[in-house]
């Protein structure tokens, strides 16, 4: 924003000096005109000021906020330093949550929502919640599958919250299954196929705490499933998990963009099939 007004200001000036000169100049220079000067300068487009969280994933952000230069499937680095707490309340910037005023109490609580009669739900985190969410999506049995921020301290976080690296949420994905036409053990070869859980809070470009490996269950007969598990997975890696098995927390439902994003058609708007039982290989960034 900053440049644009720059320029515009520039061009006032300009386009003062130009009336001061003769009438005749000006006449027989269309470009010196100040309409056309001032139209011109604000018709460039200006670089947005390079403010995002370091843990700021572009690739999700909604289709109609500008395009970023890299590949979309990049992440910003983490090296990169936060925003400046002045630029911050100068209204540039994501707003960084105060640790101060977080009730921890909330987030940190069980998560009371209720699954469909004869459903159950259990949560996995596995990096980047979009493609996760459409091979659970695919798997027979599952009734609803919800992408969202758990395990944090902070309730009720957006995204650009998460982003920050400062509320420790995970992005996770809900899922609603019938156990009696999905055991969990169909739900947890999906997620251990889905992503590396040898690597800790990063799945490939996407680095940082919202990012890591973990399952969190709502009942003792998921715990003891999820652990058997994953002692399984240590037998056939040369590798240690670093994934989490903890009880299931608040679960705060992800803004509507995120939500199928790749069924729905994602960033390119190419829908990606969630029939069950589809094999299609997933775009993970649409």
């Not at 609803?144 to 996770?172: F, R």
Request: charged share 20%; glycine share 6%.
């Amino acid at each position: 924003m900053l440049p644009s007004i720059s320029r515009a200001a520039a061009a006032v000036a300009v386009a003062a000096s130009s009336s001061s000169s003769s009438s005749s100049s000006a006449a027989s220079s269309p470009s010196s005109s100040p309409l056309l000067l001032i139209s011109s300068s604000l018709s460039k487009p200006s670089a947005p000021l390079s403010l995002l969280s370091p843990f700021l994933s572009l690739s999700k952000l909604p289709r109609s906020l500008p395009k970023p230069a890299f590949p979309r499937n990049s992440r910003l680095a983490a090296s990169h330093s936060p925003p400046m707490n002045i630029l911050n309340k100068l209204g540039f910037g994501p707003r960084t949550p105060d640790p101060s005023a977080m009730d921890s109490s909330i987030a940190q609580g069980p998560d009371d929502d209720v699954p469909a009669p004869g459903q159950q739900f259990v949560q996995f985190g596995a990096g980047c919640f979009w493609g996760v969410e459409l091979a659970l999506q695919r798997v027979p049995g599952v009734s609803k599958t919800e992408v969202g921020y758990s395990q944090g301290l902070l309730h009720n976080p957006t995204y650009e919250d998460v982003c920050t690296a400062t509320t420790n949420h995970s992005e996770v994905v809900r899922v609603q299954y019938d156990p009696k036409e999905c055991g969990l053990e169909s739900l947890l070869d999906v997620f251990w196929a889905r992503h590396d859980p040898t690597t800790l809070n990063r799945q490939g470009n996407d680095v940082g705490t919202q990012y890591r490996s973990g399952i969190y269950f709502y009942t003792p007969e998921q715990e003891k499933a999820a652990r058997e598990s994953l002692e399984q997975q240590q037998n056939l890696l040369n590798r240690k998990i670093v994934t989490e098995i903890l009880p299931a927390k608040k679960f705060y439902r992800a803004e509507e963009y995120h939500q199928q994003y790749l069924a729905k058609g994602g960033r390119f708007g190419l829908k990606q099939s969630a029939a069950k039982g589809c094999n299609d290989p997933i775009r993970c960034y649409g």
